[in-house]
T-cell receptor
Framework: KAGVTQTPRYLIKTRGQQVTLSCSPI?????VSWYQQTPGQGLQFLFE???????NKGNFPGRFSGRQFSNSRSEMNVSTLELGDSALYLC??????????FGPGTRLTVL | GESVGLHLPTLSVQEGDNSIINCAYS??????FIWYKQESGKGPQFIID?????DKRQGQRVTVLLNKTVKHLSLQIAATQPGDSAVYFC????????????FGKGTLLTVNP
């Protein structure tokens, strides 16, 4: 069974730009969660999508948004990038079981 | 100001020894806990989980212990191998959903051959 895939793996953007990251969950998984990992704050929950609906949300500004498609693939978007958005963005898929399986992440660098 | 990186607790063990990694969780209402392993350049890898109606669960070479009285979680790794070297995170469903996890700061485990 293929694991969670994320594209792109690496991305360099400049301040003020926007970015879209993609996540394909494990086949059969219907929930996709997104996390941000930084050296300063560790792993922080962004949001979770299930059946194309945002079901849970973390404490991030509205510049961070996401969506899920009918095939369970998910995208997250960050608008008006700031230097502090530089991070490893991880997605995890799950359901019906609770175990969340993570992808390799997208490393975003904002210059 | 400049953000300071998290100061990770570290644990250094000899190959073949048993390792114990500890975690204090934050929310007494949490009822689902997970241990993840993260190697450099990779995403977190699921190791084992436990629900609050249990105090111990065993997997292959790993055991998780849960003490709800003091909000403490531990991961025991038997016969630690060099491939176990990684950062280990505990996570809890403090947001009330098993799909919204709160992660601890992590512990760096180094296994010396």
């Amino acid at each position: 069974k293929a694991g969670v895939t994320q594209t792109p793996r690496y991305l360099i953007k400049t301040r003020g730009q926007q970015v879209t990251l993609s996540c394909s969950p494990i086949s059969g998984h219907r929930s996709v969660s997104w996390y941000q990992q930084t050296p300063g704050q560790g792993l922080q929950f962004l949001f979770e999508y299930f059946s194309e609906t945002q079901r849970n949300k973390g404490n991030f500004p509205g510049r961070f948004s996401g969506r899920q498609f009918s095939n369970s693939r998910s995208e997250m978007n960050v608008s008006t990038l700031e230097l502090g958005d530089s991070a490893l963005y991880l997605c995890a898929s799950s359901f019906p079981k609770d175990e969340q399986f993570f992808g390799p992440g997208t490393r975003l660098t904002v210059l | 100001g400049e953000s300071v990186g998290l100061h990770l607790p570290t644990l250094s063990v000899q190959e073949g020894d048993n390792s114990i990694i500890n975690c204090a969780y934050s929310n007494s209402a949490s009822d689902y806990f997970i241990w993840y392993k993260q190697e450099s350049g990779k995403g977190p890898q699921f190791i084992i989980d436990i629900r609050s109606n249990m105090d111990k669960r065993q997997g292959q070479r790993v055991t998780v212990l849960l003490n709800k009285t003091v909000k403490h979680l531990s991961l025991q790794i038997a016969a630690t191998q060099p491939g176990d070297s990684a950062v280990y995170f505990c996570a809890e469903n403090s947001g009330g959903s098993n799909y919204k996890l709160t992660f601890g700061k992590g512990t760096l485990l180094t296994v010396n051959p």
